[in-house]
């Protein structure tokens, strides 16, 4: 297979005819040749070949061939060449989301920022499109896509199915309907690579991790489900344990709970928008408050054994870590903010007072002249936590936002697995190339899974 960069231009000529500059028809092995199949996402034209006389890499589309297989724009694109006569153009990226309404403005809500990002800096090489899944058509298997215009606005353009597509939907709730299930199984039998394949529960993955003795280390005790006694037990042995549910996020429903000798019990949480700390003389009258704020929804909880982050000011920190796949296909910690929680909060969330500052400074203050070695080997168990999670999971997975605790002993843990990870650690000054970085290697990453990469053989 060759892989060739080249300029895609459009020319009035209403025939299917491409004109193929000299050094590109050499490239693409069609010197003598008549024709070629042309392959754009999931559409294919045969079109007539004119050698022209021009110096670089330049492809002239006829509309007829344009429109036949649906080529949004001009630009700058790769070319692949496949079997014998055949050329691919792309990729054809397609990302999908959605927002609460339908709104042209502003179609996916509060991603629509992110998206847009993604979308400037994919087209400077790819076709890229955002789309929700009500912008497909099975059945001339082709997209009402989102493009991205000169002037940075959206702007609607029928293409055929994408080469590869990235999930952002948004909605756990949505995700697990018939309708969507049924979306992505037919992207899967169109041999359409489709990345990230859903939004993680905390105890898959602690099922998962505990079980592989390469990871298992790294994750607190934890018991799905729990009866009252195990619970009880859980705390007995710990002195602190983290109550919460299972496909809960940004702190929702959390609970610390610790016990003190000769004191009782406590549970901090948030209620209302404030920290809230209770103590009970009892582990039953705990309980029966935690039953009675919950009900049936605490079969649907974990509990974990609590760790000791280490604390700046007094107050615990903990990390983000986000992970992606490179053009090579390999894991890389992209991105890394030092979370310090909010005075009184049982979670670091920025929404819930906690602070956001770069890990090296969090992790000089915490370990002094350590603080270098400690970070690098926190990113070595993100990298194996990581590929272990991809090895154990049936489907592909190009980025995991990670929250990782480290204790005083320098010991790593990990809290959470997060397969559609939010972006708030980017806004921080020192973390905005990271955000770019991040951007780059999901485009790399889907570079890779269309095969619009060389791969090492
Ligand atoms: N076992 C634990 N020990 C210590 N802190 C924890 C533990 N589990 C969670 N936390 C703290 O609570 C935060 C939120 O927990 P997490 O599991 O990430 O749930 P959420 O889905 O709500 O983000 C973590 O970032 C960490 O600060
Ligand atoms: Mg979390």
Redesign the pocket.
Known sequence: MSLTYCNVHFTQQPKRVVYVSGSLMKNLKLSGKKSVNLKFGGERIPAAIKPINKPGKHLYLASGIRKGIKIPNAGSVFLRSLTEGEVQIGPLIGVLSDGPTSSASNPFGSRTGFIKQLLRQGSKQTYIFAFTPRDINWENETVNGYFLNEAGNFIRKRVPLPDVVYNRLPSRRAEVTPPITQLRERFIRRKIPFFNWSFFN?SDIYRMLEKDPLVSRYV?ESIMSPSPEQVRDLLERHSL??Y?PNS?????G?YRLSRIAKSGYYARYRKNGRNALLRFGSFSSLMRTLQARHGRLLNGYVA????R?IEIDGC?I?FRFHMHKNGRNQWVAVGIGA?K?GRGS????LKNGGSLLPPEQALSRAFGGRADEVLRNAKNVAITLAEAIESHHQHLIGEIGF?I?IDKDEKI?M??ANAKPGRSIFKHPSLRAEGRASVDHILEHCLYLSKFRRRES
């Open positions: 905390k607190p344990i983290y919460k809960g996020s940004l702190g929702n959390i974990q054994q609590g760790i982050l615990p903990d979370k929680a049982v979670t670091t969330h929250d605790g843990w809290f959470e």
